[in-house]
């Protein structure tokens, strides 16, 4: 089962705009982590924000963590035909350190 | 240094059949992951190793099996395969198993059974 859930499914945005996405999930964590995929592929991490964390920034990427309300967001700025791609959270479980996933944004950045 | 590697890149098989993946992790890494990834969907966890041992199992049945080698090459195995098991596996690296230990994937195995 998943525990994380994405929102939006899909978001569509000009070149240079902002694009931020949600993610909600179920249980307690140790962290939460943004991962990147590119047409059905492997996928790249992005970021690792930790449960004691409330907000992390890495290069264009911005990610807050709100525990009380168990959701995340990640924000890409200033977005570029390259971010194309699907994003996915994932959450570590405190008892066994797996990683569960959402179901991803699908993300299209239009020229 | 080379990444996780994957092999083979695509598979076809019919209903029924076996199939073997194979991964190679990151040198140095000393645990991998599996995990399956149905078409539009997340990527669900199937097995974690740790110095060759079952560190972590997801829900899937036993027809999915996985060892992993003195040289931390894992393979996952599949048996009478059906046609829900069309997905793309994904292995990932790391190296332990831990808290906040990043994991890097490999470019996946997609499989499509007919």
């Known amino acids: 089962s998943q525990q994380g859930e994405e929102d939006p499914q899909a978001l569509s945005i000009q070149e240079g705009e902002n694009a931020t996405m949600n993610c909600s999930y179920k249980?307690?964590?140790?962290?939460l982590q943004w991962y990147r995929q590119n047409s059905g592929r492997g996928l790249v991490h992005l970021i690792l924000i930790r449960s004691n964390e409330r907000e992390k920034h890495s290069g264009r990427l911005r990610v807050t963590l709100d525990t009380s309300k168990k959701s995340s967001s990640l924000l890409i700025t200033a977005s570029r035909a390259a971010d194309t791609a699907s994003y996915f959270c994932?959450?570590?479980?405190?008892?066994?350190?797996?990683?569960?996933w959402g179901a991803g944004t699908k993300l299209i950045i239009k020229p | 240094d080379a990444g996780v590697t994957q092999s083979p890149t695509h598979l076809i098989k019919t209903r029924g059949q076996h199939v073997t993946l194979r991964c190679s992790p990151i040198s140095g890494h000393k645990s991998v992951s599996w995990y399956q990834q149905v078409l539009g969907q997340g990527p669900q966890f199937i097995f974690q190793y740790y110095e060759k041992e079952e560190r972590g199992r997801g829900n899937f049945p036993d027809r999915f099996s996985a060892r992993q080698f003195p040289n931390y090459s894992s393979e996952l195995n599949v048996n009478a395969l059906l046609l829900g098991d069309s997905a793309l596996y994904l292995c990932a690296s790391s190296l332990v198993v831990g808290r906040y230990n990043e994991q890097f994937f490999g470019p996946g195995t997609r499989l499509t059974v007919l």
């Open positions: 994932a959450t570590e479980k405190d008892s066994n350190y797996q990683l569960i």
């Open positions: 249980t307690s964590i140790n962290n």
